[in-house]
């Protein structure tokens, strides 16, 4: 079998929950069944008996994180124990990420992104009625506060296309420094088809040079010979421990991608991250097929030197006359 050098993972995506509020019309995560979450009480013994977490970033995301009601605990507890947070949320709980703030000692190891798809009637086209009000609720407190940093991100998607430059010229008026159109690339793994003449107006809000490479290859690029579950790593609701939150979404087998249940670890992660389990995972991720998937992009071009650059046989896809 072969054999990796594995360290410390230096960043884990963590769910705390599947369920969320709204129904996005660009959302993967469809009729989620609920699940057996864990408890305050052992998602906390995880992180406070473990030695090679000790200096990892933790990516909170969902579902919609602050929908669970022991939310604030949770990560209330988990900087008290010293680690950095990385939460996305829609904000349509603003009362709670303030509470999570007043309570934090420290904000300055807390990065948050809120999700804004549009201005209020696109937003709430897009996420449901109300969503924008909340969302800005939770956007103007989180300003307010201490953290790190904080963001807003927009999915470009074609119904909001006609927007795109309101939606810039609205957060730079609330003095967001920091705001990133996403362009829409895939649902459930599968490509989302833009015309040339949409590829070439989205181009000019993208900020990434991997998404401008996925759009300018329509969808060609992808990740190859990955490293999923030698840095980084996903953890469900449940406990259960995967090499990528990509191939737990997306891809099947499953098994591929499982490196270990963590109620059957005894929460002990530092002995799943170096069981043989985990270690037939990480062989079994480089049969992938290859994957656009933000964490696993960060992941390849920071450590592993992905190349990001754009060459003219992919633009010529776009424009042959170039």
């Known amino acids: 079998m072969e ?4 360290e410390n993972p230096y960043w884990m995506v963590y769910f705390p929950t599947d369920a969320c509020n709204y129904k996005c019309k660009h959302c993967y995560l469809e009729n989620i069944p609920e699940k057996d979450e864990m408890s305050y009480e052992e998602v906390i013994k995880i992180f406070s008996s473990s030695a090679s977490l000790k200096h990892t970033r933790i ?3 969902g579902g919609e994180p602050f929908l669970r009601k ?3 605990k949770i990560l209330v507890e988990l900087l008290n124990l010293g680690y950095k947070l990385e939460i996305t949320t829609n904000g349509a709980f603003p009362e709670r990420i303030k509470e999570f703030l007043l309570k934090a000692e420290d904000p300055s190891r807390v990065d948050i992104a809120i999700s804004i798809d549009g201005l209020k009637e696109v937003h709430d086209n897009i996420r449901g009625d109300g969503a924008f009000e909340k969302a800005i609720k939770s956007l103007k407190i989180v300003k307010e506060c201490e953290v790190r940093l904080f963001q807003v991100n927009t999915v470009i998607q074609k119904t909001n296309f006609h927007q795109l430059e309101e939606i810039r010229a609205y957060f730079a008026d609330l003095g967001v420094r920091y705001h990133f159109f996403i362009p829409l690339l895939s649902t459930s793994n599968k490509r989302v088809a833009y015309t040339d003449a949409e590829i070439e107006k989205a181009l000019p809000y993208i900020h990434y040079k991997f998404d401008i490479k996925y759009l ?3 969808g060609g690029f992808r990740i190859q010979d990955c490293h999923a579950g030698q840095t980084t790593c996903f953890m469900d609701p449940t406990g259960k421990v995967y090499s990528c939150m ?7 087998p499953k098994k591929d991608y499982f490196m270990g249940d963590i109620r059957k670890w005894n929460y002990r992660f530092d002995d799943l991250w170096t069981s043989g389990e985990a270690e037939r995972s990480r062989k079994d991720v480089k049969k992938c ?3 656009y998937n ?11 030197f992905l190349d990001d650059n754009i060459d003219w046989d992919e633009v010529r896809k776009i424009w042959g006359s170039l």
């Open 246 to 252: 990509t191939g737990q979404r997306f891809f099947f």
């Open 216 to 218: 300018l290859t329509k």
């Open 70 to 72: 022991d939310i604030v």
């Open 294 to 304: 933000a964490c696993e992009v960060h992941r390849e071009k920071s450590f592993y």
């Open 289 to 291: 097929e290859g994957c």
């Open 59 to 61: 990516g909170i995301s």
């Open 3 to 6: 054999t990796f050098k594995v």
